[in-house]
């Protein structure tokens, strides 16, 4: 079974004067029973790799262009991500789908981009609060996850992240049956199209985890760990949802 993994997304926040929470959180956890992924803004990529080298701490980018170069002012490709070190990059975020027009056919070429540089593509899908109060929820993460998830995908090059909209900064949080039934749908989904080897596809819940509310998110069936926003920008918050997610192993 491929580890579990605790994600943290920092957004547009961060000065290096932020890389002393990357190196509280570091220190922390020197010997982590599940994998430990930061994605810091691109601007912090190559300090973050360089301070975290050789310990069990990835970094990772936030976005990638689907070119390998090109003529695309300031976008960052996935090769350029691995080069700075990063290992992973977060792709179809709802703040790039809505902010920057991301479709799902995008979302699975910059997931290719990622595949093709030797990235991990952390794939986001989630329904917005208008869609699931309509009952659609099921029908949107399907269509996206189809969408967006490249047919190479397998459990070592792709997780992915399903993020309710409106839980993403908000506080609100999908009940514990609602996240079960999102995540077994999505795990059904995963192993109708690549068959077994998708039992060890690593499932994110994303959207409002902090540390009163890991634990029991962590204990729901096919939820394989987190992508944490808000909360993992210091260590004295992600590192409590780091522990829960150990402790649910
Ligand atoms: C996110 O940005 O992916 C996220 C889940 O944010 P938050 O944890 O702050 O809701």
Same mark, same amino acid.
């Given at each position: 079974m491929t580890r579990k993994l605790a994600a943290g997304n920092w957004k547009m926040n961060g000065t290096r004067a932020a890389l002393e929470n990357l190196s509280a959180i570091?220190?922390?956890?020197?010997?982590?029973?599940?994998?430990?992924?930061?994605?810091?803004?691109?601007?912090?990529?190559?300090?973050s790799a360089g301070l975290?080298?050789?310990?069990?701490?990835?970094?990772?980018?936030?976005?990638?262009?689907?070119?390998?170069?090109?003529?695309?002012?300031?976008?960052?490709s996935a090769p350029m991500i691995? @080069? *700075? &070190?990063?290992? #992973? $990059? =977060?792709?179809?975020?709802?703040?790039?789908?809505?902010?920057?027009?991301?479709?799902?056919d995008l979302v699975r070429q910059k997931a290719?981009?990622?595949? @093709? *540089? &030797?990235?991990? #593509? $952390? =794939?986001?899908?989630?329904?917005?609060l208008e869609q699931r109060e309509s009952g659609q929820t099921l029908e949107i993460v399907g269509d996206q996850l189809t969408g967006s998830t490249p047919e190479g995908a397998t459990p070592a090059n792709t997780v992915i992240a399903y993020e309710p909209v409106w839980?993403?900064?908000?506080?609100?949080?999908?009940?514990?049956?609602?996240?079960?039934?999102?995540?077994?749908?999505?795990?059904?989904?995963?192993?109708d199209r690549f068959?077994?080897?998708?039992?060890?596809?690593?499932?994110?819940?994303?959207?409002?985890?902090?540390?009163?509310?890991?634990?029991?998110?962590?204990?729901?069936?096919?939820?394989?760990?987190?992508l944490v926003g808000g909360a993992s920008l210091k260590e004295g918050d992600f590192s409590p949802i780091i522990n829960a997610l150990e402790a649910a192993v």
């Open positions: 570091a220190e922390a956890h020197t010997a982590p029973s599940v994998d430990i992924l930061i994605c810091p803004p691109a601007t912090l990529l190559m300090q975290t080298s050789g310990k069990p701490l990835d970094i990772g980018a936030q976005d990638c262009h689907a070119q390998a170069s090109g003529a695309h002012t300031g976008d960052i691995k @080069d *700075a &070190g990063g290992t #992973a $990059v =977060i792709v179809g975020h709802s703040e790039r789908r809505e902010n920057h027009n991301e479709t799902n290719q981009a990622a595949h @093709d *540089a &030797g990235l991990i #593509a $952390v =794939i986001c899908i989630g329904e917005t839980a993403i900064g908000t506080g609100k949080v999908p009940t514990l049956d609602q996240i079960g039934e999102v995540h077994d749908f999505i795990r059904k989904s995963l192993t068959g077994e080897a998708a039992q060890d596809m690593r499932i994110l819940y994303g959207g409002s985890v902090k540390p009163g509310n890991a634990a029991e998110i962590f204990a729901v069936s096919n939820v394989d760990g987190a």
